[in-house]
């Protein structure tokens, strides 16, 4: 079996801040059947997962960051995982409870230490176990180092060969550094420096599309948008566009499976669906004091530009002020302003709209299982997994035309999956609205179109599929 490790800073369970965790602990898990030995590499956090497992040392090293020792250690899990899982543990840098985000909310100041000194750490190991892995699979700019440091790097001559696998879950983060950081590298030649280099800085995103031997995202349409604008990089993606590819995500059926879910109260019972979004629908507007009889449309995501989650108070009220009647339940943090004009329309509608700042995964669940409609009016979305989520549960997505959402929900016009917005606006998201109350009012249509999205098969094994032939091609 080609044998394949995954190179993360998240993988659910482990630790996750957004979709590349899912993703990362959820592909291993279907490789298997393709003919492929998957693991994954971490860091280790101080977070209750690492703390509630037990761990063994394969391998102890130090390294050299501009003449300071870094002592580190390669632990791999005892169990608990159906896959390898390893995990880099590096005192000072890394045991801290949050991934990315120090107490104020900003990114760690000493992001470049820790970036580079686990990619290095892992270098280092493997150069003395080359033969453990085959592949290399790096994912998002925390790795993107990787792929030069291989191809460069002396002190990893060993594994020069080593095919490389670049995966841009959200291409907006880009781990760019100042020149200066250039000093906790491993010698390389310098005329290889123009590799590290884009708009005079050290570009973490840029070096691995420039180095990797395969680049690819979480969708065709978030490809082929990076092709075509990705402002100052747009040129180098597309010079490279011959070894770009798009793989839309999948989901973990056995994780999201409205039969058997522990964090539903009420689980679907064979095919009746109409009881099961009946009986979570009561439960949870009954909880929020919400008026029933009506849709109930749902939201879940961080509140953010790039999620479109400034557009959701001012859609949401102009369709109340139309006296369209529906109820709303949204879930998630992040924007302050964004989640003040959200509280204070809850305030002005409190039987009308529900608004809950927090990441709570239980709540999320049962909004999913719940709601008739998810509104994702998102400006940009590599691939989206709550509207994946949102049919596997019988709601229908309304969504914004970008990125994995148009790869996965084609409008109902079309006889798609669920409702698309003409624009990212208030405009376009209120008409949307208006479109999800009357499409709520003809039961037939309605009922045929959940149906419909319940029995789309979104989970990974296509892809999976897509993945290992491409591994297997790498290491022909």
Same mark, same amino acid.
């Given at each position: 079996?080609?044998?394949?490790?995954?190179?993360?800073?998240?993988?659910?369970?482990?630790?996750?801040?957004?979709?590349?965790?899912?993703?990362?602990?959820?592909?291993?898990?279907?490789?298997?059947?393709?003919?492929?030995?998957?693991?994954?590499?971490?860091?280790?956090?101080?977070?209750?997962?690492?703390?509630?497992?037990?761990?063994?040392?394969?391998?102890?090293?130090?390294l050299n960051l501009d003449d300071r020792i870094v002592d580190f250690r390669i632990q791999r899990l005892e169990?608990?995982?159906?896959?390898?899982?390893?995990?880099?543990?590096?005192?000072?840098?890394?045991?801290?409870?949050?991934?990315?985000?120090?107490?104020?909310?900003?990114?760690?100041?000493?992001?470049?230490?820790?970036?580079?000194?686990?990619?290095?750490?892992?270098?280092?190991?493997?150069?003395?176990?080359?033969?453990?892995?085959?592949?290399?699979?790096?994912?998002?700019?925390?790795?993107?180092?990787?792929?030069?440091?291989?191809?460069?790097?002396?002190?990893?001559?060993?594994?020069?060969?080593?095919?490389?696998?670049?995966?841009?879950?959200?291409?907006?983060?880009?781990?760019?550094?100042?020149?200066?950081?250039?000093?906790?590298?491993?010698?390389?030649?310098?005329?290889?420096?123009?590799?590290?280099?884009?708009?005079?800085?050290?570009?973490?995103?840029?070096?691995? @599309?420039?180095?990797?031997?395969?680049?690819?995202?979480?969708?065709?349409?978030?490809?082929?948008?990076?092709?075509?604008?990705?402002?100052?990089?747009?040129?180098?993606?597309?010079?490279?566009?011959?070894?770009?590819?798009?793989?839309?995500?999948?989901?973990?059926?056995?994780?999201?499976?409205?039969?058997?879910?522990?964090?539903?109260?009420?689980?679907?019972?064979?095919?009746?669906?109409?009881?099961?979004?009946?009986?979570?629908?009561?439960?949870?507007?009954?909880?929020?004091?919400?008026?029933?009889?009506?849709?109930?449309?749902?939201? @879940?995501?961080?509140?953010?530009?790039?999620?479109?989650?400034?557009?959701?108070?001012?859609? @949401?009220?102009?369709?109340?002020?139309?006296?369209?009647?529906?109820?709303?339940?949204?879930?998630?943090?992040?924007?302050?302003?964004?989640?003040?004009? =959200?509280?204070? =329309?809850?305030?002005?509608?409190?039987?009308?709209?529900?608004?809950?700042?927090?990441?709570?995964?239980?709540?999320?669940?049962?909004?999913?299982?719940?709601?008739?409609?998810?509104?994702?009016?998102?400006?940009?979305?590599?691939?989206?997994?709550?509207?994946?989520?949102?049919?596997?549960?019988?709601?229908?997505?309304?969504?914004?035309?970008?990125?994995?959402?148009?790869?996965?929900?084609?409008? @109902?016009?079309?006889?798609?999956?669920?409702?698309?917005?003409?624009?990212?606006?208030?405009?376009?998201?209120?008409?949307?609205?208006?479109?999800?109350?009357?499409?709520?009012?003809?039961?037939?249509? =309605?009922?045929?179109?959940?149906?419909?999205?319940?029995?789309?098969?979104?989970?990974?094994?296509?892809?999976?599929?897509?993945?290992?032939?491409?591994?297997?091609?790498?290491?022909?």
């Amino acid at each position: 079996m080609t044998k394949v490790i995954h190179i993360s800073t998240e993988c659910y369970p482990a630790a996750k801040a957004g979709g590349m965790g899912d993703v990362v602990g959820a592909l291993p898990l279907y490789l298997p059947g393709q003919g492929i030995e998957a693991s994954v590499i971490t860091p280790r956090y101080k977070r209750t997962w690492f703390e509630q497992q037990s761990f063994v040392t394969q391998y102890s090293g130090e390294l050299n960051l501009d003449d300071r020792i870094v002592d580190f250690r390669i632990q791999r899990l005892e169990g608990t995982l159906p896959y390898p899982f390893y995990c880099v543990d590096i005192p000072g840098l890394f045991d801290r409870e949050d991934i990315y985000l120090a107490e104020n909310g900003h990114g760690y100041p000493d992001e470049p230490e820790r970036n580079i000194s686990f990619q290095l750490a892992i270098l280092d190991w493997l150069s003395h176990e080359a033969d453990l892995f085959d592949v290399f699979h790096c994912h998002d700019h925390m790795t993107g180092l990787i792929p030069f440091f291989l191809k460069c790097c002396h002190q990893f001559e060993m594994l020069s060969k080593k095919p490389t696998v670049f995966t841009i879950h959200n291409g907006q983060y880009r781990g760019i550094f100042d020149w200066s950081v250039h000093r906790y590298f491993p010698y390389y030649d310098p005329r290889h420096a123009g590799l590290l280099d884009w708009d005079g800085a050290i570009n973490s995103l840029a070096t691995a @599309i420039k180095c990797s031997w395969v680049v690819n995202t979480v969708s065709p349409s978030y490809m082929q948008e990076l092709i075509n604008d990705f402002d100052t990089l747009t040129p180098l993606v597309s010079s490279e566009r011959e070894k770009c590819e798009g793989i839309i995500n999948g989901i973990d059926n056995e994780l999201w499976d409205p039969k058997t879910d522990e964090f539903l109260d009420h689980h679907l019972k064979g095919t009746n669906w109409k009881s099961f979004k009946s009986k979570n629908k009561s439960a949870l507007i009954k909880r929020l004091n919400l008026k029933s009889r009506r849709p109930l449309i749902g939201f @879940i995501g961080r509140m953010a530009t790039q999620k479109g989650a400034d557009v959701l108070a001012s859609s @949401i009220e102009e369709s109340l002020s139309k006296g369209l009647q529906f109820s709303t339940v949204i879930l998630g943090s992040g924007d302050k302003a964004i989640e003040q004009a =959200l509280t204070e =329309l809850s305030n002005r509608y409190p039987r009308d709209i529900s608004v809950t700042i927090a990441y709570d995964e239980k709540m999320a669940r049962a909004i999913y299982a719940a709601c008739d409609f998810l509104m994702m009016p998102s400006r940009f979305e590599p691939c989206g997994l709550n509207q994946m989520y949102a049919m596997r549960y019988g709601t229908i997505p309304m969504v914004s035309n970008v990125g994995g959402l148009k790869d996965t929900v084609p409008d @109902i016009s079309q006889k798609g999956n669920g409702i698309v917005a003409e624009t990212i606006d208030t405009a376009g998201f209120a008409k949307g609205i208006e479109r999800a109350v009357h499409l709520y009012k003809s039961k037939k249509e =309605l009922g045929q179109l959940v149906e419909k999205i319940m029995g789309i098969d979104w989970s990974w094994d296509q892809s999976a599929q897509k993945y290992a032939e491409m591994y297997q091609q790498l290491n022909q």
